[in-house]
């Protein structure tokens, strides 16, 4: 996937989402969501607070090189493929959440620039294990 396919997935799956969910949760509370629905505004919370921001004060988050940027964000479409995927099997949303990856994807800005192709190739490929191993046949 090309650099502008993944970032119009990324502005797609949640991004331009986020704000008509965020009114429905105003309204009625995030309960009142659909699973799908609140996977969608944890991956645009992941999107803005993993992604977007970065750190000046920091050695490593304050440049990504282009490589890093592009992988950091096939992890994060990637994972909201995942997530639907998964949910669509009938798993929860909340199984779903709980696994142990989920904190590397908030630490991937903090991976040095030389090391951020292998290391998120490497979670990209746990993220698929992890989440695939919850559906129950």
């Known amino acids: 996937m090309d650099w502008k396919q993944l970032r119009a997935q990324g502005d797609e799956a949640s991004l331009q989402k986020e704000a008509e969910l965020q009114e429905i949760v105003q309204l009625v509370g995030p309960d009142a969501l659909p699973e799908f629905s609140r996977a969608t505004l944890e991956v645009a919370?992941?999107?803005?607070?993993?992604?977007?921001?970065?750190?000046?004060?920091?050695?490593?988050?304050?440049?990504?090189?282009?490589?890093?940027q592009y992988h950091m964000l096939k992890v994060i479409v990637s994972y909201y493929d995942l997530m639907q995927e998964v949910l669509?099997?009938?798993?929860?949303?909340?199984?779903?959440?709980?696994?142990?990856?989920?904190?590397?994807?908030?630490?991937?800005?903090?991976?040095?620039?030389?090391?951020?192709?292998?290391?998120?190739?490497?979670?990209e490929a746990e993220m698929g294990s992890e989440l695939r191993k919850l559906i129950k046949y």
Do not use: C, H
């Not at 490593?60 to 282009?66: C, E, L, V």
């Open 88 to 123: 669509v099997k009938g798993v929860t949303l909340k199984e779903a959440l709980d696994v142990p990856f989920r904190t590397r994807i908030g630490r991937m800005k903090d991976i040095p620039n030389d090391d951020a192709v292998e290391q998120l190739e490497a979670l």
């Open 45 to 68: 919370r992941m999107l803005r607070e993993d992604y977007l921001q970065q750190f000046a004060f920091s050695d490593i988050d304050a440049f990504w090189q282009p490589v890093k």
